[in-house]
Nanobody, 125 residues
Framework: VQLQASGGGLVQTGGSLRLSCLAS????????IGWFRQVPGKERDFVAG????????FYGDSVKGRFIISRDSAKNTAYLQMNSLKPEDTANYFC???????????????????WGRGTQVTVSS
């Protein structure tokens, strides 16, 4: 599967953005999907994830209540709705796909087999 993330940009504090992760080559429903973010010099951090069944969603502590992960199987696209953005949300955001597993979605970026290029999100204060 190939992934393409888009939707990043510059937004003011308190604003919203919606990131998209378009999958091609395979159905996105065959994969667990994770959104991660990374700033220069730091590791890639987990933001949000959805199991391949769509039945389980997970969020990093810093984004709970503000970000929502979703999926539109008909469009083969996953989304990350980001609300109430803060300057500390500034990062390069990546979507990853994890081959479906009976053990459920893993939240470590090393457990994702496929990645798209990142999309930059910048939140101004």
């Amino acid at each position: 599967v190939q992934l393409q993330a888009s939707g990043g940009g510059l937004v003011q504090t308190g604003g919203s953005l919606r990131l998209s992760c378009l999958a091609s080559g395979r159905s996105i429903s065959d994969y667990g999907i994770g959104w991660f973010r990374q700033v220069p010099g730091k590791e890639r951090d987990f933001v949000a994830g959805m199991s391949w069944t769509g039945g389980s969603r997970f969020y990093g502590d810093s984004v709970k209540g503000r970000f929502i992960i979703s999926r539109d199987s008909a469009k083969n696209t996953a989304y990350l709705q980001m609300n109430s953005l803060k300057p500390e949300d500034t990062a390069n955001y990546f979507c990853g796909a994890q081959i479906r597993s009976e053990v459920g979605l893993r939240l470590d970026c090393r457990d994702y087999e496929f990645w798209g290029r990142g999309t930059q999100v910048t939140v101004s204060s």
